[in-house]
């Protein structure tokens, strides 16, 4: 006879032995279901939240604000510019009563108007153009507006080449 050391039999040695590892033998096959049912619980305790939502940040844009009404005299600046020398054309939409424009620039397609905002200084309307995208890294455009012509006029920025240029723009009418 071959003695393993392990019986089927209560109260001999190996008796104990036997159902420890039957216990052992448990837990591979409980464990599914014991952490399936943490999951179940952790993902229901998380679906009720009371909180009122946060709304979104609105976008930065150079749209003005309806309720801001400009000055008359920055009023003066909304149309469409073209500059005679090429074509491009500014189109300044609406002025708000802080001088934010709601600008596009255009080649003939439309470049990105990452800021734009017009003043008054020393009696005179200036404006303010910033461009950012492909083959525009921040040229700007520093204008002024002579009412007896009906121009801007100034310097365009042109930074890829850092030049600067003289340059006019006549309202489209």
């Not at 599914?32 to 009371?50: H, M």
């Not at 003005?64 to 005299?73: D, H, K, R, T, W």
């Not at 002025?95 to 734009?116: E, Q, T």
Request: with cysteine.
């Amino acid at each position: 006879m071959i003695f393993s050391g392990i019986s089927n039999r209560p109260g001999e040695p190996g008796a104990l032995h036997q159902s420890t590892r039957a216990r052992v033998c448990l837990i591979p096959r409980l464990l599914p279901v014991l952490c399936g049912g943490a999951l179940c619980g952790f993902l229901v305790s998380c679906g009720s939240r009371t909180d009122t939502p946060v709304p979104p940040e609105a976008p930065e844009s150079n749209a003005a604000p309806s309720a801001a009404a400009a000055s008359p005299e920055l009023a003066k600046l909304v149309g469409k510019w073209e500059r005679p020398d090429g074509g491009y054309i500014l189109e300044i939409k609406s002025v708000d009563a802080s001088g934010k424009l709601d600008a596009g620039y255009f080649n003939p397609d439309p470049i990105n108007v990452a800021r734009a905002a017009a003043m008054r200084d020393k009696g005179t309307n200036k404006v303010f153009i910033e461009l950012r995208d492909a083959n525009y890294p921040g040229c700007t455009y520093s204008l002024t507006y002579d009412p007896q012509s009906d121009q801007l006029y100034g310097q365009y920025f042109q930074a890829a080449m850092q030049q600067t240029f003289d340059v006019t723009f006549a309202r489209v009418k």
